[in-house]
């Protein structure tokens, strides 16, 4: 991704590499394919914690490229390899005592709602959805991948987020983006569009723009989840010894379809 800024008061610009057909990819936490040399990395983050406005203790360089299926991001987050924290190792975990690196998609570019990311160096991944004044909801599990690799110059992520995991105009033109790196131990915040204490990463009228992504596959717009759940409940008070234990069970499906680009139905 090539990034630009014309002047301060416009955002910072990505322009996404298109992918190649039958380019193979492989998540294993190494910027090692082809095209992450060919794709320009950006690399102008600025410190909004502790110094408001600052040069950041380390260096961050993000890729972002693409093809009919995917969003790739890839990252490397240099650091002194003895100083990196990362505790979290659950789902949704929230990571205030580790490093992480997180992003924005402000898919509909409407400076409102969009989707939140974010991985630690052990690998924990979590995500939410956004909604405006920087509301979540975690419960949200998009499908997506992390992969996290740890070296001698700090920690690498190679991310993959389908399509169809997002909800977009596929005529949209462009997206809001924006990244968020935290070092624990020194309380340091840097972000790569805007610094400004009062804006939070989750704020998308901070973001950036995503220019490029076009002529992708979101599906058919369909998940069907299938579940079961189950009971049992043990009452020694029961005068009958084989009727002690009680248990209770449902099994069902839960469908999500798009009946547009930007409404769901769920039965």
């Known amino acids: 991704a090539a990034a630009q800024q014309s002047?301060?008061?416009?955002?910072?610009t990505l322009q996404a590499?298109?992918?190649?057909?039958?380019?193979?990819?492989?998540?294993d936490g190494r910027i090692e394919e082809e095209f992450w040399s060919l794709a320009v990395p950006i690399s102008d983050f600025t410190q909004q914690d502790p110094v408001e406005g600052g040069e950041p203790s380390e260096r961050t360089e993000v890729w972002v490229a693409y093809d009919d299926d995917n969003l790739y991001i890839g990252a490397i987050i240099y650091d002194d390899p003895d100083g990196i924290l990362a505790f979290q190792r659950e789902r949704d975990a929230f990571l205030s005592t580790d490093d992480s690196f997180q992003w924005?998609?402000?898919?509909?570019?409407?400076?409102?709602?969009?989707?939140?990311f974010e991985i630690n160096p052990s690998g924990s991944m979590g995500d939410s959805l956004?909604?405006?004044?920087?509301?979540?909801?975690r419960a949200w599990d998009g499908i997506w991948t992390a992969r996290i690799r740890r070296t001698d110059v700090g920690w690498i992520a190679e991310i993959e987020i389908p399509f169809r995991t997002l909800n977009f105009n596929p005529d949209g033109g462009a997206w809001g983006i924006n990244?968020?790196?935290t070092i624990?131990?020194?309380?340091?915040?840097s972000i790569w569009n805007g610094f400004a204490r009062n804006q939070d990463l989750r704020t998308m009228s901070n973001a950036g723009l995503l220019t490029g992504v076009s002529e992708v596959n979101q599906g058919i717009g369909l998940d069907?989840?299938?579940?079961?759940?189950g009971s049992s409940l043990y009452d020694s008070r029961r005068p009958d010894?084989?009727?002690?234990?009680?248990?209770?069970?449902?099994?069902?499906l839960d469908f999500v379809y798009s009946l547009t680009a930007d409404l769901r139905a769920s039965f």
Do not use: W
């Open 241 to 252: 010894p084989n009727n002690q234990t009680l248990y209770t069970g449902d099994t069902g």
């Open 17 to 27: 590499y298109r992918l190649s057909n039958g380019t193979e990819i492989q998540l």
């Open 184 to 189: 624990r131990r020194k309380n340091e915040e």
């Open 104 to 116: 924005i998609l402000d898919t509909f570019q409407d400076g409102r709602t969009g989707y939140f």
């Open 179 to 181: 990244f968020q790196r």
């Open 130 to 137: 956004v909604f405006p004044a920087g509301e979540q909801q």
């Open 7 to 12: 002047s301060e008061d416009e955002p910072l």
């Open 224 to 229: 069907v989840k299938p579940y079961v759940v």
